[in-house]
């Protein structure tokens, strides 16, 4: 008979964990990007296409972080019944909103 170990990794109520996580950390590099771009555009001439691209960011901003609130409430709650966490919504959309921030983003640096 052989006894099996587990690492901390392998317990089941680690995975709600680290996605509410991975949650903040996307939320955190979108603010920070957010941030940036705000700091160019005070620094440097605001133009209307500088002023319009962050605008753009601002709302991508604030549509990544009530997605992940939802996400975040949801696997709250879906933790705290000890039912396994079902998610609703696409992941393609966080990233369509990631990738559209980096692009609007070159357009206040440029």
């Known amino acids: 008979m052989t006894m099996r170990t587990t690492s901390p990794l392998d317990q089941p109520g680690l995975q709600p964990e680290r996605t509410q996580l991975a949650w903040r950390r996307t939320t955190l590099a979108a603010t920070t990007v ?6 160019v555009v005070v620094r440097h001439n ?7 691209a ?11 972080l009530a ?6 409430s ?19 959309r966080l990233a369509l909103l ?11 640096v440029v």
Do not use: E
Request: avoid cysteine.
């Open 34 to 39: 957010t941030l940036l771009a705000a700091g």
């Open 46 to 52: 605001a133009t209307a296409v500088r002023l319009l």
């Open 54 to 64: 962050l605008a753009i960011i601002a709302g991508v901003w604030l549509a990544i």
């Open 67 to 72: 997605l992940s609130q939802r996400r975040i």
């Open 74 to 92: 949801a696997l709250s709650k879906a933790n705290a019944t000890t039912a396994p966490a079902r998610v609703t919504g696409k992941p393609a």
């Open 98 to 108: 990631v990738v559209g921030l980096a692009m609007v983003s070159v357009l206040v």
